[in-house]
């Protein structure tokens, strides 16, 4: 099993930024490296949807057209840590923000329990 703890959500005006973090733990031998991470949203009344991921090595990232050139994701593998940058906040940013892990090559996943994000002046 794999535990994902996100961190750093809040309140913010727009115009601000914000940076999540995604610790991941698990069993012995766990290999945070040996997964493709993305962070989800869900608003209220919303469905969830992917914001951005990224692959293993962090060689690829890919976003959302309504956060691209404001969020940005990246992660380190020495530190089992994925991250989220985002700036250039809106209101329509206010969601609950997920990580989720996908091991490679299999239908494996987890996810975490979120965090709050809202965006309002």
């Known amino acids: 099993q794999v535990q994902l703890v996100e961190s750093g959500g809040g309140s913010v005006q727009p115009g601000g930024s914000l940076r999540l973090s995604c610790s991941a733990s698990g069993f012995s031998g766990f290999t945070f490296s040996n997964y493709v991470m993305s962070w989800y949203r869900q608003a209220p009344g919303k469905e969830r949807e992917l914001v951005a991921f990224i692959t293993s090595d962090g060689g690829t990232r890919n976003y959302a057209d309504s956060v691209k050139g404001r969020f940005a994701i990246s992660r380190d593998n020495a530190k089992k840590t994925l991250y989220l940058q985002m700036n250039s906040l809106k209101p329509e940013d206010t969601a609950v923000y997920y990580c989720?892990?996908?091991?490679?090559?299999?239908?494996?996943?987890?996810w975490g329990q979120g965090t709050q994000v809202t965006v309002s002046s």
């Open positions: 989720k892990a996908n091991r490679r090559f299999t239908y494996i996943e987890y």
